[in-house]
Nanobody, 115 residues
């Protein structure tokens, strides 16, 4: 089992920045990837950014150039730095990890961007 705990969400004005954190615990060895997804009201959950165990990254088009995913292996934590936030970035952001074919989700953290 992998436990994921997100933090760092909040209310920010358009153009502002936030950094989300996701701390992993439990059976964290052999985690294949960690990433961020988001779900806005009435919409499906969508990929924001993901990082493989090898360090390769993949971003949604909406996140490219504004968001950066990174990790601190010593802290078993992955981050999402979000800059130039827009109202359409408003959503619940979820941390996700994959390990041996299993998918684990955090509880989510709310990000609200006001215009």
């Amino acid at each position: 089992q992998v436990q994921l705990v997100e933090s760092g969400g909040g209310l920010v004005q358009a153009g502002g920045s936030l950094r989300l954190s996701c701390a992993a615990s439990g059976s964290i060895f052999s985690i294949a990837s960690m990433g961020w997804y988001r779900q806005a009201p009435g919409k499906q959950r969508e990929l924001v950014a993901v990082m493989s165990n090898g360090g390769s990254t993949n971003y949604a088009d909406s996140a490219k150039g504004r968001f950066t995913i990174s990790r601190d292996d010593a802290k078993n934590t992955v981050y999402l730095q979000m800059n130039s936030l827009k109202p359409e970035d408003t959503a619940v952001y979820y941390c996700r990890s994959t390990r041996w074919g299993y998918i684990y989700w955090g509880q989510g953290t709310q990000v609200t961007v006001s215009s």
